[in-house]
């Protein structure tokens, strides 16, 4: 069984920062992509970065410039640092990963139970 399990959301005012951070934990074999996605009431859940095993990263672009996805493979946990946060990222976010237990030969998608992030004065 594979288990992630997310730290860091908070409360902070406009042009803070926040780091979340996601650790995955179990009968893990292997990890090849991780990210967070984030989610508002009434809307899709949106990818906000994303990381492969190798390094390469994206993001969303109304995040570019202002959050950096890195990842610890050693730890297989991944961080989200957030800085000049704007009251339009307030959301859930979610940890995904991308994980093939030791189980089954085979990746599965993975998720976290969501941390609240609110920005506000």
């Known amino acids: 069984q594979v288990q992630l399990a997310e730290s860091g959301g908070g409360l902070v005012q406009p042009g803070g920062s926040l780091t979340l951070s996601c650790a995955a934990s179990?009968?893990?074999?292997?990890?090849?992509?991780m990210a967070w996605y984030r989610q508002t009431a009434g809307k899709e859940r949106e990818l906000v970065a994303a990381?492969?095993?190798?390094?390469?990263?994206n993001y969303v672009d109304s995040v570019k410039g202002r959050f950096t996805i890195s990842r610890d493979v050693a730890k297989n946990t991944v961080y989200l640092q957030m800085n000049s946060l704007k009251p339009e990222d307030t959301a859930v976010y979610y940890c995904?990963?991308?994980?093939?237990?030791?189980?089954?030969?085979?990746?599965?998608?993975?998720w976290g139970q969501g941390t609240q992030v609110t920005v506000s004065s």
């Open positions: 995904n990963a991308v994980v093939m237990p030791t189980s089954e030969p085979k990746y599965g998608n993975y």
């Open positions: 179990g009968a893990i074999f292997s990890i090849s992509a």
């Open positions: 990381i492969t095993s190798g390094g390469s990263t």
